[in-house]
C-alpha cells in the first residue's frame, strides 16, 4: 500500500512521507519537510534506517533513529526524532 502523508510537528514545521507500506512494515519511504539535515545526504541514511521497521513500533524508531543519528553525528534543524516516529506512526 502507498501511503503520502503531511504533518505539522507541534512547533509548526511541516513533515511529508511518501511511504510503501506492506500491512505496517516500512518497504520504502522518503521524508521531505521543512527543516535542514547536516549533512544532507544524511536523509539517506535515515531512510534506510527506516525500511523493514513496523509503523506499530515508534518507540524502537525513535531509539534507533537516535542511535543513528549519534553515530553517524548527523545534525537536525527544525526535525526531532519524536517528531519523525510520530509523523511515521500516523502512516496507518
Do not use: Q, W
Not at 545534525?75 to 526524532?81: A, D, F, K, S, V
Amino acid at each position: 500500500m502507498h501511503r503520502n502523508i503531511d504533518y505539522k510537528a507541534p512547533d509548526g514545521k511541516l513533515i511529508r512521507l511518501d511511504a510503501d507500506l506492506s500491512g505496517d512494515l516500512i518497504i520504502s519511504i522518503h521524508i521531505h519537510g521543512d527543516f535542514f539535515i547536516h549533512p544532507e545526504e544524511s536523509i539517506v541514511e535515515i531512510e534506510r534506517c527506516l525500511i523493514r521497521m513496523r509503523v506499530s513500533e515508534t518507540k524502537n524508531i525513535k531509539d534507533r533513529l537516535d542511535a543513528l543519528i549519534e553515530l553517524r553525528k548527523i545534525r537536525m534543524i527544525g526535525l526531532t526524532t519524536s517528531d519523525l516516529a510520530e509523523a511515521i506512526r500516523r502512516l496507518i
